[in-house]
């Protein structure tokens, strides 16, 4: 199963509704698809959305990257390739493109799916949360009451720099919805005053977790949050890598982690992740950008075959898509991924 040509093209999907965080406001998912052909026939798929306030890549890098690697991977096996794809020198959501196709071939080549490739066992329903994007009071707790109306009962409320409107939103959500289960997502835009604040203002409500209140690279103040906090801190833009997350840890720094294929470079590195937290007892959120199906789908394999750390799922980019897209035939189970979530808050492999 030598790898004969790597193809890319640049694909667009619209949103039902635009999509803010502190950190950016989209009106449609924007992504690489990465399409490679081995000699034998077979063929398989990546994806890497262009979230450049997060990982510093468009959409014209990610190709470039993927141009660069090219020739190096023509003729390997998917072994060697995915050996050789990562220790080149290229953005992680470029990497992360290349390996979801790669760990693809190698699932094909055991004539197994990916969720027998990743062993996963239990295939009970699992539950996305959904995204609240950010946006004035009102509006946020009427998208909120919708999306648990709607049979979404995980709720991921992204807040701003403004520390009193983040406050105000929080107590108007979590006093309507009693019964919702409130993730809070800050995107980095708290300074360490403000995110002890905003712990002390929101004490005593159903809050789960609170993501990423200050920025990436300030673990200082990350670890005094979570040393003063009663709500679990989730660190996200903090850790991209395996050594971001043992350090992380190590320190105290967090409570728990958010691994994303596109931060970490695919599903192989995702995996090595999964396995520390798994032996270090460490909770994870199994998360994502705004990506396309085939990335999520792969991200949902993930997420069954490691259920007993993966405590949150953030995979909900399907259910913001203003349509099911009509491409997905060449992709087969990665449909029936949109399908079921279109439906409901779970996925049912």
Request: proline share 3%; hydrophobic share 45%; glycine share 4%.
């Amino acid at each position: 199963m030598n790898i004969k040509t790597i193809q890319t093209s640049r694909e667009k999907i619209p949103l039902h509704t635009p999509f803010a965080t502190a950190l950016r406001r989209v009106e449609n998912v924007e992504f690489v698809r990465v399409r490679i052909t081995c000699k034998s026939g077979a063929v398989a798929y990546g994806e890497a959305p262009a979230t450049k306030a997060v990982t510093g890549e468009d959409l014209e890098s990610i190709i470039t990257c993927i141009a660069t690697v090219t020739k190096d991977l023509l003729g390997l096996e998917p072994f060697e390739a995915l050996h050789v794809l990562h220790v080149s020198a290229m953005g992680s959501s470029a990497k992360a493109a290349v390996d979801i196709a790669i760990v693809s071939l190698l699932a094909q080549q055991k004539n197994q799916t990916l969720l027998h490739y990743f062993a996963a066992k239990d295939f009970s329903p699992i539950f996305t949360d959904i995204t609240v994007s950010l946006n004035d009071a009102d509006r946020m707790l009427l998208d909120a009451k919708k999306a648990f109306d709607d049979g979404f009962h995980i709720l991921k409320v992204k807040l701003g720099s403004d520390i009193n409107h983040a406050v105000a939103v929080t107590k108007m959500i979590c006093e309507t919805l009693a019964d919702a289960e409130v993730l809070i997502d800050a995107n980095q835009a708290w300074s360490l005053e403000q995110s002890l604040y905003y712990v002390d203002a929101v004490a005593g409500l159903h809050v789960s977790l609170i993501e990423q209140p200050v920025a990436a690279d300030d673990l200082k103040s990350l670890k005094i949050i979570t040393q003063k906090s009663t709500v679990p801190i989730l660190a996200d833009e903090a850790v991209f890598t395996l050594e971001d997350v043992k350090r992380v840890h190590e320190n105290g720094c967090a409570d728990m982690i958010n691994i994303k294929l596109m931060k970490c470079g695919g599903v192989s590195k995702a995996q090595e992740i999964l396995e520390y937290a798994r032996d270090n007892s460490i909770n994870c959120m199994l998360g994502s950008m705004l990506e396309g199906p085939v990335s999520i789908h792969a991200a949902f394999c993930l997420a069954f075959a490691y259920r007993d750390v993966v405590k949150y799922v953030d995979l909900d980019s399907p259910l913001l898509y203003k349509e099911t897209p009509r491409v997905l035939g060449e992709f087969g189970i990665i449909r029936n991924t949109i399908q079921s979530l279109a439906g409901s808050s779970t996925y049912k492999g």
